[in-house]
């Protein structure tokens, strides 16, 4: 795919009365949003024409940064606050002489990065977007956000407004923009739960961790020799396939309790495959990083239009021998009480030890920069985000994709583009994991 880029220029906030605040303003980030990736998270869009001129998406856009101001500003005091200085987002307008059919990607490919601006290197723009129009009128729209400024939410309310701008229409509801205020700790604070060495943990030596981590790879057999590069692949789980997931894994339950989850019983299944076909020894330990939405945990509840980040994370863990031979029930239950345990007291507790991370020298356990999980995995569901609320006019996009990013026990789960309820999954592992996963990942046990 040869994709020319046409123009690149800085989008600036439109105001409906013509004037912009008199001064920038330093709205400090939560302790959520500090906790959280120090990155830009990257999504394609794919659209069938007719589709709007790329002035009307940027009118939109300019609109839309008016409303959400923290995207056009700018992050600041060592990633401590954003500046809303309207400086802009970054716009980027392509073409590619083919039409999108036979051009853009069947599967995950480097490639797919061509579609969005680059995001390697901290670009200071919080919001990027690339319009690549296609020679049959399609549109592919790269959207590349700060992962400090929204969570995967908020950045769904953001892109439908987004739309409802570019249509000319009024933008409701508005965002709630009270991140500075919101998640102030108690008085006297109370921490119930251990949260070092989970949502943060004190720096090491860089030389002296580097030989422990290689130690640590070489005893449990996923050391860097030996070993193909990272390949992503993507598996389509039917409905049929999720449904029979879920009655099997459900099978063992008690009349009095529910059923597990579609999200419960997919990644249950895809850990234990995972785990398998990584040929790890029975006694290592692993571990599932899971993000789970506070807004309805917390009490009071916070409101879903609310504007940054309320995520945290459940750490479901097993040693590999009992994962792999028990049941896929077993693995749900053991995410099903995890994911539970991430209630409203441990959200306050969080919010409550966090307010003295800065005074230990505590750092995120959310590192960008891991490039092996072995023998972990981390999710990223959209399976209840409507990522497809985005609508210029012309209707939804039919396909909503993650960019190529092959971190090795990555995991990405969205809603397939068939609408029938199945879903697709994007698999990072070595590619001689890879081979093994593939012939083993349709088992259900």
Sequence with gaps: MKVKIESSKIVKPSYEDGEAPAHAQRVPLSVFDKVTYGEHVALIF????????????????????????????????????????????RFVEATVDAPMAVSMPSGPSPEVRLLHPRIDGSPVELVQVQLTRFSCGSLAVGFAGHHQIADG??????????????RRQPLSPLPVCDRSTRFAPRDPPLVEFPHREVEYRAPAPNK????????????IGFGVAGHDKVKVHRMHLSKDFVAQLKARASSALPPSRRGYTTFQSVVAHLWRAITAARGLAAGVTTKVRISVNGRTRMRPPV?????????????????????????????????????????????????DFAAEVEAEGLIPTADSEQAVLCPDLEVDAW??????????????????????YPMEGSLFLVPSTLGDGSMEAYVALFH????????????IT
């Design 303 to 351: 409101p879903r239009d609310y504007f940054g980040n309320v995520v945290l994370w459940a750490f479901p863990r097993s040693n590999v021998g009992e994962l792999v031979s028990r049941p896929v029930g077993h693995a749900a239950e053991l995410i099903y009480r995890a994911v539970a345990g991430v209630d409203n007291a441990y959200f306050r507790s969080f919010v």
């Design 208 to 219: 002296k961790r580097d030989i422990a981590l290689d130690d640590e790879k070489e005893e």
């Design 432 to 443: 001689n994991h890879l081979e093994e996963f593939k012939r083993i990942c349709y088992r």
């Design 46 to 89: 794919a659209f069938r024409p007719p589709n709007p001129p790329n002035s009307e998406v940027e009118l939109g856009l300019a609109k839309a940064l008016a409303v959400y101001r923290e995207w056009a500003g700018r992050i600041r005091d060592g990633r401590r606050s954003v500046l809303l200085n309207d400086a802009g987002a």
């Design 153 to 166: 939410q908020a950045t769904a309310n953001f892109l439908a407004a987004w739309g409802l701008a570019t």
């Design 383 to 404: 399976l209840g985000i409507n990522f497809h609320g985005l609508d210029f006019g012309g209707g939804g996009p039919f396909c909503v994709v993650p960019t190529y």
